[in-house]
């Protein structure tokens, strides 16, 4: 059964620094790999969308990549904000499967 | 932003009592999916849907059942509703089984 892992759970940093976000799978073959948003008490927004053909994405100040060969993702922050302050899940899914599967999420806060 | 409804958004009610959660979308999008949110367990997929009338269980689907007589609605049902499944429900949609994943708002259940 895939599982995911998204360590730390909990991440607090001052604004202004580069992150990164890991999050790995037992089984590393990964077919598609989305990351997401979630604010408190909100639905999760899409944030990026790796296909199986692609390693990496990017959309502002956000860039996803994905090592097939290891089950690793990463997703780089650049230039934390506070409005950057929010809940990060990856999820995954395999060749042939119509299901994600989700890790538990890394809540980042990022200070003023 | 994805055009997807959830209705209700809140509902609170009494073990044993049926209970019915509607997901409305207006993307014309095939698939669409059923997820419950639990602290410590994450996102967990209960059942979907790739079609009309098109429907597979997810890995928590006991004590659920689903209906999707048509593109744009997709109906999740407590038969009997217990205390386990109070929960923050939420609906999603795709184009494709692989597709970017987009999220509705929850509904938030509570079953006492």
């Known amino acids: 059964k895939q599982e995911v892992t998204q360590i730390p759970a909990a991440l607090s940093v001052p604004e202004g620094e580069n992150l990164v976000l890991n999050c790995s799978f037992t089984?590393?073959?990964?077919?598609?790999l989305q990351w997401f948003r979630q604010d408190p008490g909100k639905g999760l927004t899409s944030l990026l969308l790796i296909q199986s053909s692609q390693r990496e994405q990017t959309s502002g100040r956000l860039n996803a990549s994905l090592d097939k060969s290891s089950g690793r993702s990463t997703l780089y922050i650049a230039a934390s904000q506070p409005g950057d302050s929010a809940t990060y899940l990856c999820a995954g899914t395999q060749g042939g499967s119509e299901k994600l599967v989700f890790g538990k999420g890394m809540k980042l806060t990022v200070n003023p | 932003d994805a055009g997807i409804t959830q209705s209700p958004r809140h509902k609170v009610t009494e073990t044993g009592t049926p209970v019915t959660l509607r997901c409305h979308q207006t993307e014309n999008h095939r698939y669409m999916y059923w997820y419950r949110q639990d602290p410590g367990h994450g996102l967990r997929l209960i059942h979907y849907s790739y079609g009309v009338k098109d429907t597979d269980k997810g890995e928590v689907s006991d004590g659920y059942s689903v209906s999707r007589s048509k593109t744009e609605d997709f109906l999740l049902t407590l038969e009997s509703a217990t205390s386990s499944q109070t929960s923050v429900y939420f609906c999603?949609?795709?184009?494709?089984?692989?597709?970017?994943?987009?999220f509705g708002e929850g509904s938030r259940l509570t079953v006492l």
């Open positions: 999603a949609i795709s184009e494709s089984g692989a597709g970017e994943l987009f």
């Open positions: 089984d590393s073959a990964i077919y598609n």
